[in-house]
């Protein structure tokens, strides 16, 4: 019987080696959610399936599917990310948002917006036109967002929570703008590190989960 194939767009999260040669990958899809996805041969030398086996690449893919899990036939790299390999910061905050989102993706639910957010956060760490850590900020933000679980400034406050106006207009426009537009302000270190503090509590809040490579930052701050 022949199967059918699939094609989707989608961002490598992580990567497991299978065996000699194949690699197991879990990627983050538009229409299929978050897969698994065997690559057969890929860290055998000269495979052309090689560039697209490593974390952060995005691309679009053709799958043959199983009954657990997907399998590799063609693909197309749209952006290698090759840059957040090169600085050990801006891995471990890629890294980190990979683990969140795959926390929050499930396989048979689409994710276009959590795609699309985690390809405009890369390239805005590449670009490094904000402090990484206020795009991490932003990123947990609009993910808690688009996941259904909008931060709500009013009973932050009415818990106790002591937020600066600054910083409420902040999180009131991540939370109303388009995910293209998120990216586009800046705030002074006072009100980026109160955000950061904010975020970071909402989002462990709602994960009940240990991010390993928050340790890696840790240890670099």
């Known amino acids: 019987m022949v199967t059918d194939e699939i094609n989707v767009k989608g961002i490598v999260l992580d990567t497991f080696p299978q065996n000699d040669y194949n690699k197991r990958l879990i990627i983050l899809t538009d229409e299929l959610g978050k897969i698994t996805v065997f690559v057969n041969n890929a860290r055998k030398p000269g495979s052309r399936f ?8 995005m691309a679009d893919l053709t799958l043959r599917q199983g009954r657990n899990s997907y399998t590799l036939v063609k693909a197309s ?34 994710a ?12 805005e760490l590449i670009r490094a036109r904000l402090r ?42 991540i939370l109303s703008r388009e995910i293209s537009e998120v990216f586009s302000f800046d705030l002074t270190p006072e009100a980026e590190s109160e955000l950061s503090i904010l975020s970071s509590d909402y989002t462990k809040k709602h994960c009940d989960t240990h991010f390993k490579s928050l340790d890696i930052l840790s240890s670099l701050m």
Do not use: W
């Open 77 to 110: 790299i749209i952006m290698p990310f090759i840059e957040l390999t090169a600085d050990i910061e801006m891995m471990c905050y890629a890294s980190y948002m990979c683990e969140v989102t795959s926390y929050f993706t499930r396989e048979g639910l689409g």
């Open 112 to 123: 276009r917006d959590e795609l699309n957010l985690l390809y405009l956060s890369f390239r």
């Open 132 to 173: 990484f850590s206020l795009i991490k900020s932003i990123f947990e933000c609009k993910l808690l967002d688009i996941e259904g679980i909008g931060f709500q400034t009013e009973i932050y406050k009415k818990h106790g929570g002591i937020m600066s106006p600054t910083v409420e207009y902040a999180v009131q426009y």
């Open 50 to 57: 090689a560039a697209v086996s490593q974390k952060f690449v």
